[in-house]
């Protein structure tokens, strides 16, 4: 059964960082598109970072270039959003999510995703 866990999140103040953990059961994600997702009250989800398995390119939104970084640990099927220079504006539910094909990584390509964690950023 395929499942996707999210943690890591938590309550920081402007400027700080957090290191957002997916760990994934039932699939590899070396194998899939995997992405990190993000909801704030009231908002439709955005892309943060997608990578589509067929090239591997991390390709990050603007408003999150420079500050995210994406990575990966295939032994042991986790993948790392790393969070640093946090704004307010970041506060939102973040998911994680894979998606079977190859050529895409967006909102609808998806087909797996976890139940999300939190991130507050407010002083």
């Known amino acids: 059964q395929e499942q996707l866990v999210e943690s890591g999140g938590g309550l920081v103040q402007p400027g700080g960082s957090l290191r957002l953990s997916c760990l994934a059961s039932g699939l590899r994600l070396d194998y899939h598109s995997i992405g990190w997702f993000r909801q704030a009250p009231g908002k439709e989800r955005e892309e943060v970072l997608c990578?589509?398995?067929?090239?591997?390119?991390?390709h990050y939104a603007d408003s999150v270039k420079g500050r995210f970084t994406f990575s990966r640990d295939n032994a042991k099927n986790t993948m790392y959003l790393q969070m640093n220079s946090l704004k307010p504006e970041d506060t939102a539910i973040y998911y994680c999510?894979?998606?079977?094909?190859?050529?895409?990584?967006?909102?609808?390509?998806?087909?797996?995703w976890g139940k999300g964690t939190l991130v507050t950023v407010s002083s």
């Open positions: 990578i589509k398995s067929s090239d591997s390119i991390t």
């Open positions: 999510a894979v998606g079977r094909g190859s050529y895409r990584c967006d909102y609808h390509a998806m087909d797996f």
